[in-house]
């Protein structure tokens, strides 16, 4: 019996050549956030509408697979407005790869090398403890970013590393991140948790700004979907999420954006609201980084704080 293989990153040129050499020994699967049959040359794959940085979507699309081959250059079909590093977005979807075969039970990982990220990317995949098989040969990626592209939606995806300070669980860093949108006086915002839900707000909490409805993945990933507030918009055909992942084995945690459909015209996002989003996200990176740092320096450790 044929083994059921998932491939990442098979709308691609490369993409398609490895389907294509492996076609007559497996039952090829590929997941893409948009999926173009019409025009894939290869017709026995079967195409699967799943993003690669949507840990729901990968989970199941893993469903009932025996390998899972993983090669992604996050250059094509991320979002409509993209602000977030090649490096980044590569390791958040390596991350979903490898928890999701973990959940599923597949039977092994095949990473195509060639990658800037190569060490990075296969210690990700190998953290939730699937085999990982590395190809012997390399096929570099550009990995170059493009902050604009054509989209089906016009939806946004930021990402931001931040450190989760000495001590501190995912959880701690969660609620600080609101209390700190609350009690930081240059925010001009104001929090309140009620029912698993956060409401950001700026004078009348019955007003507000943004609902966040929090889901919990697992212990070290953490989902908030955007469900109401003025700059929500409505009949949205995506529900915007806000997304704080751990790195297994690291202090190292991704903030992620994605789905977000802005209300407002682009050009006044683009130029006015997106700013102001990065600047109080870097605001509290910097703050969550001092914490970390404090608290080494308190355990003992003889460091000198560096920018």
């Known amino acids: 019996m044929k083994p059921n293989v998932l491939l990442a ?76 590093t090649a490096r980044d977005l590569n390791l958040i979807a390596a991350d979903n790869f490898a928890r999701a075969a973990a959940q599923q039970k597949i039977n092994k990982i095949l990473y195509v090398s060639g990658s800037r990220f190569d060490n990075e990317t ?65 925010t001009f915002l104001h929090t309140k948790y009620i029912e698993n839900r956060y409401i950001i707000y700026t004078r009348n909490e019955f007003k507000p700004l943004l609902v966040m409805k929090k889901e919990v993945n697992d212990n070290s990933l953490i989902t908030f979907n955007l469900v109401g507030g003025s700059i929500i918009k409505k009949r949205s055909k995506k529900q915007g999420k806000l997304e704080f992942r751990q790195i297994k084995g690291t202090r190292l945690v991704i903030v992620q954006l994605y789905d977000y459909i802005p209300k407002l015209l682009w050009p006044l996002y683009y130029f006015f609201q997106a ?20 608290g080494r320096v308190q355990s003992g450790e003889k460091m000198k704080y560096t920018k």
């Open 9 to 84: 990153g098979g709308s691609g040129y490369i993409g398609k050549n490895i389907s294509s050499a492996i076609e007559n020994d497996a039952n090829l699967f590929a997941l893409s956030k948009y999926p173009n049959t019409k025009k894939e040359f290869n017709h026995n794959i079967k195409w699967l509408k799943k993003d690669i940085y949507n840990y729901e979507d990968v989970k199941s699309a893993m469903s009932g697979m025996n390998i899972a081959v993983f090669y992604l250059d996050p250059n094509k079909n991320s979002a409509k407005l993209t602000q977030a």
């Open 275 to 294: 700013p102001v989003q990065g600047l109080i996200m870097s605001n509290d990176f910097i703050d969550c980084r001092i914490r970390h740092f404090n």
């Open 122 to 186: 296969i210690q990700c995949l190998k953290n939730y403890g699937v085999p990982v098989e590395t190809t012997e040969t390399y096929i570099k990626r550009s990995h170059i970013n493009v902050e604009l592209q054509v989209s089906k939606y016009n939806d946004i995806r930021t990402a931001l590393r931040m450190i989760l300070p000495r001590k501190w669980s995912l959880e701690q860093l969660v609620a600080y991140f609101f209390k700190w949108l609350n009690d930081t006086r240059g």
